[in-house]
């Protein structure tokens, strides 16, 4: 069964840093590009950063540009977002998700998505 | 980037009776190789997003067939033939052509009249 479990949130003071984790397991981590998507309280989903399997390409949503940085441990099957200079505005649950379109052919394989991690930027 | 616009926003749905989403993007999500990477999610209250429509009209294993995806180009379509009480949620469509960055449509919210 595919496992995603994120960890590391938690409230953090406007200008802070904070280091997410996702754990995986249930799969292959190392075949999959792997995303983080947030959810700011009552809105809706936004991406944010994803990263290819070999590590290799990473791309960011601009808001995050130069602020987080994406990284993987493919010998651990954990993913991490490293997001420094912290906004309100990026408060918000964090979700690990698999690859969107991971196909062969016309058959993708399914997405998982962790549980979430709150992350409050406040004073 | 690429606009998502779904409407309605807010979707009240009596029991039983068929339910329909639409979203438009601002440009063509038909990639040079030739597919359309539109994909939809659910999220119930309190979970996470669960994919069901891959590529515009494909279901995800184990979503019911209730569900249907169509459309091409800039205009999408989730249709729920009859609508359940397990349905009541927020549906978000996605496009992967042009990313990134990948785009969400701002959900519609479904609730039960």
């Known amino acids: 069964e595919v496992q995603l479990v994120e960890s590391g949130g938690g409230l953090v003071q406007p200008g802070g840093s904070l280091r997410l984790s996702c754990a995986a397991s249930?799969?292959?981590?190392?075949?999959?590009?792997m995303n983080w998507v947030r959810q700011a309280p009552g809105r809706g989903l936004e991406w944010v950063a994803n990263?290819?399997?070999?590590?290799?390409?990473?791309y960011y949503v601009d808001s995050v540009k130069g602020r987080f940085t994406i990284s993987r441990d493919n010998a651990k099957n954990s993913l991490s977002l490293q997001m420094n200079s912290l906004r309100a505005e990026d408060t918000a649950v964090y979700y690990c998700?698999?690859?969107?379109?991971?196909?062969?052919?016309?058959?993708?394989?399914?997405?998982?998505w962790g549980q979430g991690t709150l992350v409050t930027v406040s004073s | 980037d690429v606009v998502m616009t779904q409407s309605p926003l807010s979707l009240p749905v009596t029991l039983g009776q068929p339910a329909s989403i639409s979203c438009r993007s601002s440009?063509?999500?038909?990639?040079?190789?030739?597919?359309?990477?539109l994909i939809w999610f659910q999220q119930r209250p309190g979970q996470s997003p669960r994919r069901l429509i891959y590529?515009?009209?494909n279901r995800d294993s184990g979503v019911p067939d209730r569900f249907s995806g169509s459309g091409s180009g800039t205009d999408f379509t989730l249709k729920i033939s009859r609508v359940e009480a397990e349905d009541v949620g927020v549906y978000y469509c996605m496009e992967g052509t042009h990313w990134p960055p990948y785009t969400f449509g701002q959900g519609t919210k479904l609730e039960i009249k």
């Open positions: 590529k515009v009209s």
């Open positions: 440009q063509s999500l038909v990639h040079s190789d030739g597919d359309t990477y």
């Open positions: 998700a698999t690859d969107f379109f991971a196909c062969s052919g016309d058959s993708c394989r399914q997405t998982s």
């Open positions: 990263i290819k399997q070999d590590g290799s390409e990473k």
């Open positions: 249930g799969f292959t981590f190392s075949n999959y590009w």
